[in-house]
């Protein structure tokens, strides 16, 4: 869902009923993703406002803040690398592995890392 689909299901909604938090699916997960590595203990909660902090201040930040979960996004991408869990070459390469095999599935079926078609290009095998 885009913005301006968001704003047509916020339009429809019943009185009373507020906004989804969540205008996509990938803006729940990374928040549900957050919480359980915080949970696990890989990090504070001061340690994870101080990184979204210093990416929401960025100036390339929109001022309607409608970027806010790409800036979150990105927050938790250099969490995850400074603490060794994963380097932005890992996530990038798992992303793209994640984008072939969203292409290599049939519309309608669940996209599973399995339907990559290429699962060692980027990742250090013979087309990496």
């Given amino acids: 869902m885009n913005r301006r689909e968001s704003k047509s299901v ?10 989804p938090v969540f205008a996509e699916p990938w803006q729940a997960e990374a928040f549900a993703m957050t919480v359980a590595l915080h949970d696990k203990g890989l990090f504070s909660w001061r340690e994870w406002a101080d990184a979204l902090s210093v990416e929401v201040k960025k100036p390339r930040a929109a001022s ?5 979960y790409e800036h979150w996004l990105a927050a938790l991408e250099k969490v995850l690398s ?21 292409h290599a599935t049939p519309h309608g079926k669940p996209i599973l890392l399995e339907n990559d078609p290429s699962p060692t290009e980027g990742r ?4 990496g």
């Fill in 10 to 19: 916020t339009a429809t909604l019943p009185a009373g009923v507020e906004a």
């Fill in 124 to 127: 250090g095998g013979p087309t």
């Fill in 82 to 102: 400074a603490k060794g869990v994963a380097g932005k070459g890992d996530v990038d390469a798992l992303a793209a592995a994640w984008e072939r095999a969203a």
């Fill in 64 to 68: 309607d803040g409608h970027d806010y």
